[in-house]
């Protein structure tokens, strides 16, 4: 085992540099979210790309990078013209009032976006007509006749193959077929070298699953050149074409300018942050990752750095519509669950890249699990112990055993995992690195028993276990910052630590990294910490009215009220039963009938389970076993040890015999 490196203080610059000086020796990273549509409210899909984008620039920020985070709305075309005439408003005086709607709602989420651009910003307009010229100019904009089926809700033409039954794929409704004059952008020449350029930088697009299904794009014939005008006679509602003043600009190639725009280009800040990332979810991959690359292959400019497309959240499995009356309003969500819990939720349980369902069961279940009782209850135990045992002021600690060692390294480890997996975009995975620091300080309290040692008199040991403790708390608090802005601030507070609302917790996550210094001597705790309280599950409901009604069109059969001494199938499927690999299994140190087991259900997810098998299985004959298990039962302590779920069981004849698949399964496979 090896010691950590303790990190001295970094030495001051030997001259004072401006600031300006300073951000331009710093590694640039900038981020953007779609602009959304300002045709509807913003709903929990649009919260979650903008959370994760705020997430990963305040990660940035925190790994001491020069970051700008931009997100904005997305106010021209036809959708407009038509939400705005539904209200009877001007389209300005309507854009007006729900883009202020968006800039209003993303402080309520902890949304810290350095700018918010709108396309009907004179800069955007600026830059849109200048980028038009200049591709207009190099040749590769041509005015043509052409007939195509054209979208509304789209906004776009479809060609015949890429309709589905004649209809169009996303909206399922007929286009109209429309033929007229109008400006073209030669995409097709460059199609080739976009599909070269992917193959050759694996991680321009990610994750993989969306490169491929680009690739797919390029190799299906079906991309043409792109027409980037409407007719002035057909819509109004758009960017003049700095070449021809009855054409306005089609909405998508003037919207993803906005990347740009909002930089200044090509002067103001573009030379400082360009190339970005953006982050988009699947619906919208074809512009981002045709049309964008193509475009600015076209003016001469470099590519965004990557793309990372996430998947769609789903509502019982179903896609999040008005009409199911089934939309999840993120400001209510935080109204009554608090900001953080939330924003923890959002990216803890999705997988990046892949569908997520939402429901209110999964929200308690999860931060309940994971922050009323592995991260509030070690901040609650821990403050409440030093305010018993040390008066709440940091302790004098000795010399550091090898357990203590051994959790300094685990600090090490999960940080270096946190680090590398959030920045990969692995949310999910990097929190879960995270909690195993978590869940392991919790178990160090219960194998040091600090009231022991209390009991005995043995005070230096006593405060070395605390600052030990205390230590590896502040890594954890520093590390929540991106996801959890509030609550970070909150615990480093608590630990004593010198914080402000807004600015960066630490210089650098650098140094946090291996460093275990221990905190100072002296510094004032607080008594206590009860920041995410349990909540309870809420009462089975029956679905949305609109929700019955899609499932009734589906012909699914009635749902029965349940007889006496049934449960309801909403109650059923509220159990979270699942398959897992048995990794690890031993005696419960001080339960004879009872097993500790290690469970792996797949994604990074290990559990610990205690079971009463002891009677009935050898531990080591148990390793490699899958189990059936339900997982979102209440943790129960059982003689000191937490048990995170329960292992599924048969009994003959007083014996216990373990359920496990008929076949092997992968770890994590739903069991209904
Ligand atoms: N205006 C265009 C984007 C132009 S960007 C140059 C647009 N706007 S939108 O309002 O429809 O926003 C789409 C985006 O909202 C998705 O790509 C995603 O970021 C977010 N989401 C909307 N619904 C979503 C889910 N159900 N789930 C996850 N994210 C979703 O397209």
């Known amino acids: 085992m090896t ?152 906004e776009r033409f479809y060609t015949e193959k890429e309709l589905e039954n004649g209809l169009c ?171 953080d ?63 203590d060692k051994a959790v300094a390294e685990l600090a090490a480890d999960a940080l270096r995992n946190f680090r590398q997996l959030f920045g990969n975009v692995q949310f999910s995975q990097a929190l879960e690195s995270l909690w195993e620091l978590v869940r392991a300080l919790n178990k160090y309290v219960d194998a040091q028993a600090p009231w022991t040692l209390y009991k005995n008199g043995d005070t230096l040991r006593l405060g070395t276990v605390m600052q030990v403790l205390l230590t590896a708390m502040r890594k954890v608090a520093v590390c929540v910052w991106p996801v959890m802005p509030q609550a970070s601030v909150t615990l480093l507070r608590q630990l004593g630590q010198d914080v402000s609302d807004t600015a960066v917790p630490v210089a650098s996550l650098d140094a946090e990294e291996d460093d275990f210094t221990l905190l100072t001597p002296g510094t004032a705790l607080a008594a206590s910490s009860n920041l995410f309280p349990r909540r309870d599950m809420p009462a089975p409901t029956t679905p949305p009215a609109g929700e019955k009604k899609a499932k009734k069109e589906k012909k699914a059969p009635a749902a029965a009220t349940p007889a006496p001494g049934e449960i309801s199938f909403d109650h059923f499927k509220a159990v979270d039963m699942r398959v897992g690999t048995i990794r690890h299994a031993e005696k419960h140190p001080d339960a004879d009938r009872i097993l500790r087991l290690e469970i792996d259900f797949g994604e990074g997810q290990t559990r610990q389970i205690l079971s009463g098998l002891a009677e009935y299985y050898a531990p080591q004959d148990l390793i490699g076993k899958q189990v059936c298990a339900v997982l979102n039962l209440a943790p129960r302590k059982i003689r000191g040890l937490v048990s995170c779920g329960m292992v599924l069981t048969a009994e003959k004849d007083g014996k216990l015999c373990l359920l496990q698949p008929a076949d092997a399964m992968p770890e994590g496979s739903g069991i209904a």
């Open 169 to 339: 794929p996303q909206h399922q409704t007929k286009p109209e077929f429309i033929s007229e004059k109008n400006y073209f952008f030669k995409m097709s020449k460059y199609l080739p070298w976009l599909r070269e350029y992917i193959e050759q930088h694996p991680d321009f697009i990610r994750p993989e699953r969306y490169r491929n299904e680009l690739l797919g794009m390029l190799d299906s014939g079906g991309l043409e050149d792109l027409c980037i005008s409407r007719p002035k006679s057909r819509l109004t509602w758009g960017i003049e074409l700095p070449f021809d003043k009855d054409y306005v600009c089609y909405v998508w190639f003037d919207a993803l300018l906005n990347y740009i725009s909002a930089l200044g280009w090509p002067e103001g800040d573009y030379a400082r942050y360009w190339p970005g990332e953006h982050l988009v979810a699947k619906d919208i991959l074809k512009p981002h990752g045709i049309f964008w690359p193509t475009m600015l292959k076209a003016a001469g400019m470099p590519l965004y750095k990557r793309l990372n497309v996430h998947g769609y959240w789903l509502v019982r499995d179903t896609k999040m519509s008005k009409s199911l009356g089934n939309v999840v309003d993120p400001v209510d969500m935080c109204r009554r669950f608090g900001q």
């Open 341 to 403: 819990a939330f924003r923890y939720f959002l990216l803890r349980e999705m997988h990046f890249g892949s569908d997520a369902s939402f429901s209110e069961d999964a929200f308690i279940s999860r931060t309940n699990a994971d922050l009323a009782n592995d991260l509030g209850n070690l901040f609650s135990r821990v403050l409440s112990m030093c305010a018993k045992y040390c008066d709440s002021k940091v302790p004098e600690a000795g010399p550091l055993n090898d357990e």
């Open 3 to 154: 010691a950590p490196r303790h990190v001295a203080p970094s030495t001051p610059p030997s001259r004072k540099s401006s600031r300006t000086e300073r951000k331009s020796l710093m590694k640039s990273y900038f981020v953007t979210t779609p602009i959304y549509y300002v045709n509807a409210k913003p709903h929990l899909g649009h919260a979650y790309t903008t959370v994760v984008a705020d997430a990963l620039a305040r990660y940035h920020k925190l790994s001491g990078e020069d970051t700008l985070f931009l997100t904005g709305t997305d106010e021209h075309g036809d959708k407009i013209v038509q939400a705005a005439e539904k209200e009877g408003k001007a389209p300005k005086e309507f854009v007006d009032g729900i883009s202020a709607r968006f800039q209003e709602l993303w402080p309520q989420l902890g949304v810290a976006n350095d700018r918010f651009v709108r396309t009907t910003d004179e800069q955007h307009i600026r830059a849109v007509q200048r980028f038009l010229q200049k591709v207009y100019d190099a040749g590769d904009i041509y005015f043509g006749e052409f007939g195509g089926h054209y979208c509304y809700g789209c």
